[in-house]
């Protein structure tokens, strides 16, 4: 069974930086597509990035392309967001999801869905 464990949130001021980690375990990902999604309160889930665990190949949404970069770490299982220049608007839950098969934005392509880690940006 594919567990996905985040961690890596927390309080920052806007302007700062957090690295947010997602530890998958029960499976080998050579196939799975990695995504990170936010959901904020009251708003719908949504997309921030997606990484092929195969070839590294990173798709952004417009919302983050230039701030946040997703990777992945083959040795450890293992997929980051770094996320840089915060802003408040940024504050949500952070999951990580997997999906086998191709590259998407949708989160209800995915299967495989962690806990969350909270992210606040302070004004």
């Known amino acids: 069974q594919v567990q996905l464990v985040e961690s890596g949130g927390g309080l920052v001021q806007a302007g700062g930086s957090l690295r947010l980690s997602c530890a998958a375990s029960?499976?080998?990902?050579?196939?799975?597509?990695m995504g990170w999604f936010r959901q904020a309160p009251g708003k719908e889930r949504e997309f921030v990035a997606v990484?092929?665990?195969?070839?590294?190949?990173?798709y952004y949404a417009d919302s983050v392309k230039g701030r946040f970069t997703i990777s992945r770490d083959n040795t450890k299982n293992t997929v980051y967001l770094q996320m840089n220049t915060l802003k408040p608007e940024d504050t949500a839950i952070y999951y990580c999801?997997?999906?086998?098969?191709?590259?998407?934005?949708?989160?209800?392509?995915?299967?495989?869905w962690g806990q969350g880690t909270q992210v606040t940006v302070s004004s």
């Open positions: 999801a997997a999906r086998i098969g191709t590259m998407s934005r949708n989160n209800s392509d995915y299967d495989y």
């Open positions: 990484i092929s665990w195969r070839t590294s190949f990173p």
């Open positions: 029960g499976r080998t990902f050579g196939s799975f597509y």
